[in-house]
C-alpha cells in the first residue's frame, strides 16, 4: 500500500436479510485521516471473506510482518449458540480465533484459513480450557515471538498466547490485564475491584516502553466504555506477569504526591455489596452502586466526567501516589448530592474500617448540595509511595468530581 495508512473494521452486510459480517478497508495519506473506502477482504474470486465455512469475521487485526507479508486475525466464539441467535448472526463459523494471509492489496486472501486459540467449543483439554478465545484478536510481533492478545470467553480479562510462526502453533501465555484484577495475586472474581463487562485492547510499545490498552464500562452498560493504559513487564523469556489495574495510565510512573486529580480516574471502584457486571447494551437500573458517567448529551465531548452515585459504604480507589519527595497535608473534594456524612481517606483496603488509625488518612465532613462544593480536611499520608481510597459512610449519595492534594 505504499506510504498509504489502512484501518479495518467489522461490517453488517444486508443487515436486514442475512446479518452477515465483512471485514472492510479504509486508506488515507495521514494517520489522522480522512480515511476513504477501498475495498473489502475477499477471496480471489470475489467472494466476501466470513461466508460459509469461513471463520466469522469479527474485531479484526492486522500485522504487516518484518518480510513484508500480511496477516489478518479475526474470530468470535460465544459460549453457546443463544447468543449468536440473538444477535441474528448468520454465516461463518465460531470455533475461536483464526488467521489469513492477505496479498499487498491488503484485501485479497491468499491461501488457507488457519486456526488461532480455540474457542470454548474447542478449548477442553487444551492449555486454553479456563481462558478460551472469545473476541478482539490483536497481534504484535516482538523480537521473534508473536503476540495475540485476545478477550477471553470471561470477558473481563485480556490474554495473550505465543507462537514462532504467525500461523502458530499457538501456546497459553497467560492473562495480562483484568478490569476487576481478578486472578492479579489469586484475586477471584466475589472480590472484584472494579464492576465487570467486557474489555478489548492490545499492546502497544511508547517510548522503549511497553503498555497494554484496554477499556472499562461506564454508565451502567457493556458498550460505554473509557480507555485505559498500563506498563507491562516483557521478561527475558518472553513471558508478561500480569499487571495490576492503576491510575497511572501513561505516566510512566505513581502520580504525583500533590496536585488535582479527576475522580473519574479512580482503578478501583466498587459498592457496599462489592460490584456486578454490566453485560447488558442498555444501562442497568440500579440506584445502589457508584459508576463512571458524565454530564450533558453530547455523544461527541463529555468535559464534565465523574463518579456519580457513591453511597454508603461505597469505596473509589487510586492507585498510586508518590509521597516521599511531596507529602501533601491537606486534601480537598469536589462534590455534590443528597450527602450528609462523611468522606473517609484511607492508604489501604485490606480491610478498610472507621477507626483503622494507622491507615486513615483524612475524614472530609459533606453536606447536601445541588451544585459542586469543595469540602476540606487534614490529610495524613506516610512518606512513600501510597494509594488512596476514599469511602462514603453516611445517608444520601454523593457524585464525586475531583480531588486535590496540597500543603497548608
Known sequence: MGNKWVTGWHLPSSWARYRTIKTSVAVSDSPAGSFSYYGTVHHPGGKPYGLGKDAYNFDPGVLLDKDGRVYMYTGFSPDSGTLRFLMGLRGGTYNGGTVVELEQDMITIRGEEHPTIPGKCMAAGTEFEDHPFFEASSIRRINDLYYLVYSSLLSHELCYATARSPFGPWHYGGT???????????????????????????????????????HRQTNRQKCARQGCAEKITIREDGSIPQVEVTSCGLNDGPLKGTGTYEARIACNLWGRKGTCAYENSRPVKDDNNPYFTQSGTDRDYYPDQYIANLRKGATAGYKYFDFSSERPDRISVTVRGSCSGKL????????????KKS??????????????????????VPEETSALYFQYLGEGAVDFRDFTLSSK
Open 176 to 214: 495480562l490485564v483484568s478490569i476487576g484484577d481478578i486472578g492479579y495475586h489469586g484475586r477471584d472474581r466475589k472480590h472484584a475491584r472494579n464492576f465487570l463487562g467486557n474489555t478489548h485492547g492490545g499492546m502497544v510499545c511508547v517510548k522503549g516502553q511497553w503498555y497494554i490498552f484496554y
Open 344 to 355: 473517609y481517606v484511607f492508604t489501604d483496603a485490606e480491610p478498610m474500617r472507621v477507626g
Open 359 to 380: 491507615a486513615m488518612a483524612a475524614r472530609i465532613l459533606l453536606k447536601p448540595s445541588a451544585s459542586w462544593q469543595t469540602f476540606s480536611a487534614d490529610l495524613h
